[in-house]
């Protein structure tokens, strides 16, 4: 099946830790992003990388890092610097030809709490 | 002023009304939109995407899009209670950063 899998699905974090978030996608997809969201509220935008090798900061980079070594796959680090770490973390992906003109797709989301 | 502003909600519509749903913004060099459906505690789903001014038709969904006022909206037909979730609005940038920009959602409730 083709799609985008996170993990784990929960996930506690004690004070002063760093953890690491996956996320992997078999759609053979160019684009990939992370996305925060707190509860009735929307996405915002974490990181995101158009290439492998090549990322960018959003819009609450602050206390979070990512890498893109291969294209399938794209993990976020939260470290201790995240002081409000607490919410569900989305990872999407898009084919991104170019044009802009391309749908999201999800994976099911990391749901973190610090303990 | 933020970029994709919608109305919270809850909105509530009896079953088998036409549920309305509005998004407004304000880059007005954004090209690509899309509406996502979101059930509590679950990820976003892609329901609808449209480009060009109009409507767009897709099932019971309806898309419409007027670039000129900014403002993007999505109309449920003959709305059940499974449609009952948040409805979340995002748009492409036309410039710059090449990454969706979403509202705060609207929550749909669909009464029996």
Redo the contacts between chains.
Sequence with gaps: DGGITQSPKYLFRKEGQNVTLSCEQNLNHD?M?W?RQDP??????IY?S?IVNDF?K?DIAEGYSVSREKKESFPLTVTSAQKNPTAFY?C?SSM?SGT??????????TRLTVV | QKEVEQNSGPLSVPEGAIASLNCTYSDRVSQSFFWYRQYSGKSPELIMSIYSNGDKEDGRFTAQLNKASQYVSLLIRDSQPSDSATYLCALNPGTGRRALTFGSGTRLQVQP
Excluded: H, K, S
């Design positions: 684009a992003y996305y009735g509220q929307g996405l915002r935008l995101y158009q960018q959003g989305l999407a991104d802009g003109n391309t749908e999201a797709f999800f994976g099911q989301g």
